[in-house]
Nanobody, 115 residues
Framework: QVQVVESGGGLVQPGGSLRLSCAAS????????MTWYRQAPGQQRELVAN???????NYVDSVKGRFIISRDNAKNMVYLQMNSLKPEDTGVYYC?????????WGQGTQVTVSQ
């Protein structure tokens, strides 16, 4: 069982920045594909960004150029740096661990972008 814990959410004004963090347990963290999802009220959960064990990155089009996903395998951490935030970025952000089809989720962290 992999434990996944997100942190770093909060309230920010449009144009501001936040950095989300995700800690995952296990001594094979470097082999995990790590993904950030988000879910806005009344909407389906969507993939925001992921990073593979090899360091490959993918982003949903709406965040390209604004968000950066990174990982620190020595600390079992993955980060999502979110810049130029917009109200439509509001939602609960979830961290997902995938290891050869075995998936684990955190409880989520709320991000609210509002004046």
């Amino acid at each position: 069982q992999v434990q996944v814990v997100e942190s770093g959410g909060g309230l920010v004004q449009p144009g501001g920045s936040l950095r989300l963090s995700c800690a995952a347990s296990g001594n094979i963290f470097s082999l995990y594909t790590m993904t950030w999802y988000r879910q806005a009220p009344g909407q389906q959960r969507e993939l925001v960004a992921n990073i593979t064990s090899g360091g490959g990155r993918n982003y949903v089009d709406s965040v390209k150029g604004r968000f950066i996903i990174s990982r620190d395998n020595a600390k079992n951490m993955v980060y999502l740096q979110m810049n130029s935030l917009k109200p439509e970025d509001t939602g609960v952000y979830y961290c997902n661990v995938d290891f050869y089809g075995q998936t684990y989720w955190g409880q989520g962290t709320q991000v609210t972008v509002s004046q």
